[in-house]
């Protein structure tokens, strides 16, 4: 079946920082990836999707880049605020069942 | 704007009793969902519904089941509630079956 691995379950850093969440996954259909960010006792927000290979999304500062050759989707942002500490989930659909496979999700937290 | 919203946000109950979860959305999405979210393991799907009286296990239905018969509410119950179904329970629906949309949650403590 689809797998998402995000390997850092941690990350923290000084604000003004660059950042990267890494994000890998298994599937046997065509992806397609999604990061989800959630604040603190709030729900789940889509912040990126993508399923066009070697395309950079953006949205609200972040970005990433699907890569099927490596099958990788990390999140990266050039200079973390306060504000983007949160959970983030990379997420991953491939057959159109609607069914979304999550990873574990990496904490940031960034601090002053 | 899309919306999800969930009833009740906290809810505590005794072992042994029943409890009841209800979702709605107003964008008539067909498909909707329940997952349970516990820390360091992510968001697991338990149910999910294609549409009216359409639902199919997701990857930890048991000890619960579901209930649609409206295209905007779907609900999700807990018959005997047991002490490790203590968790954060989100509802979402989907415009096309890949992005969707959550609720706010509801913390349930089973006690």
């Known amino acids: 079946g689809d797998s998402v691995t995000q390997t850092e379950g941690l990350v923290t850093l000084t604000k003004g920082l660059p950042v990267m969440l890494n994000c890998t996954y298994q599937t046997t259909y065509s992806p397609f990836l999604f990061w989800y960010v959630q604040h603190l006792n709030e729900a789940p927000k889509l912040l990126l999707k993508?399923?066009?290979?070697?395309k950079r999304t953006e949205h609200q500062g972040f970005y990433a880049t699907l890569h099927k050759s490596s099958s990788s989707f990390h999140l990266q942002k050039s200079s973390v605020q306060l504000s983007d500490s949160a959970l983030y989930f990379c997420a991953l659909t491939g057959a159109n069942t609607g069914k979304l496979t999550f990873g574990h999700g990496t904490i940031l937290r960034v601090h002053p | 704007d899309m919306k999800v919203t969930q009833m009740p946000r906290y809810l505590i109950k005794r072992m042994g009793e029943n409890v009841l979860l209800e979702c709605g959305q107003d964008m008539s999405h067909e498909t909707m969902y329940w997952y349970r979210q516990d820390p360091g393991l992510g968001l697991q799907l338990i149910y999910i519904?294609?549409?009216?009286?359409?639902?199919s296990e997701g990857d930890i239905p048991k000890g619960y089941r579901v209930s649609r018969k409206k295209r905007e509410h779907f609900s999700l119950i807990l018959d005997s509630a047991k002490t490790n179904q203590t968790s954060v329970y989100f509802c979402?629906?989907?415009?096309?079956?890949?992005?969707?949309?959550f609720g706010p949650g509801t913390r349930l403590t089973v006690l």
């Open positions: 993508s399923s066009t290979d070697n």
């Open positions: 519904s294609y549409d009216v009286d359409s639902n």
């Open positions: 979402a629906s989907s415009p096309d079956n890949y992005e969707q949309y």
